[in-house]
């Protein structure tokens, strides 16, 4: 197919402006070079490049390998640290001095000896018992206690009561010994577990338990017993009387009264518990 008119006018207009000297884009100088310049800096940073990875690669290689050989060679780094530690354990150590107590000395003999003295326990804890403290009117009279013997209370010795009949006693476990006779008042000697010791009952046959002496130094719950001065018991006692026998009684609970027993210094030599009123001597 030939070509129309046109497209040959076409073909040389382009041809003329391929051809046009002014339309054509000239390097400046030294172009060449400077692309040659480029084209090596950058093949210059991918072998850098290359490398970096090569040795961290070869050092994550080798670092595995020495960890892979410790673990499957007799595990050396662990039987280093079991090392060390025995040559810690084995070294001699310095003891460290005990600690210094603020406000605490101690007696020179203590000291000498390097023992501490015990110290009493506290009331309450295990260990020896602790008496309870004086009362109040001891403390305010400075009235001295007196802790000798069990107590007597102010309603009976143990589980013997005043005003039990004589069934009830020895129903508590106590044993009573002595006049049985069935008489108005009854002497018997008692002992036995549910008293703190052994001691002698008189029974009214209409009263029951009407005077219980124990056969030991007792005291009272204020700390009067034997020993304590004829004023000590005036000053614990504001009701105390004077009592035949040259002794004193004074008030004990709801129905009962002390009995004490002076000696020729005026001092407690014993301690009894009557009812106030009865009808046997005792």
């Known amino acids: 197919m030939g070509l129309s008119s046109s497209d ?16 054509g884009v000239l390097p400046r100088a030294g172009a060449g070079d400077a692309i040659v310049a480029g084209a090596q800096r950058l093949r210059r940073r991918r072998a850098m490049l290359t490398t970096a990875g090569g040795v961290a690669t070869a050092v994550v290689l080798v670092a595995g390998g020495v960890v892979f050989h410790q673990l499957r060679g007799g595990e050396p ?94 129903a508590q476990g106590i044993t009573l010994r002595g006049d049985s006779s069935g008489g108005e008042c009854q002497s018997y000697s008692f002992s036995g577990g549910p008293v703190p010791s052994t001691g002698q009952v008189v029974v009214s046959a209409s009263l029951g ?13 204020e700390r009067i ?21 040259a002794g004193l009684t004074a008030p004990a609970g709801s129905i009962g009264s002390y009995y004490f027993g002076l000696d020729a210094g005026q001092k407690v030599s014993s301690v009894a518990l009557r009812q106030v009123n009865q009808d046997c001597v005792g």
């Open 209 to 221: 338990v009407v005077s219980i002496i124990p056969s030991v130094a007792a005291h009272t719950p």
């Open 8 to 23: 040959d006018e076409l073909d040389a207009e382009l041809r003329r402006l391929f051809d046009d000297e002014r339309l």
């Open 225 to 245: 017993g034997k020993g304590s001065s004829k004023a000590d018991v005036f000053q614990v006692y504001p009701g105390a009387s004077e009592a035949s026998g």
């Open 77 to 170: 780094a662990l039987q280093q640290a079991a090392d060390a530690s025995s040559t810690t354990a084995s070294a001699p150590s310095i003891a460290a001095p005990p600690p210094s107590i603020v406000g605490t000395s101690l007696p020179p003999s203590a000291a000498n000896s390097g023992s501490i003295p015990p110290m009493n326990p506290a009331p309450g804890s295990s260990g020896t018992s602790q008496p309870s403290p004086p009362t109040s009117s001891q403390r305010a009279n400075g009235v001295p206690p007196v802790l000798t013997g069990p107590q007597l209370g102010p309603d009976g010795y143990g589980k013997l009561k005043l005003a039990m009949t004589a069934d009830e006693v020895t």
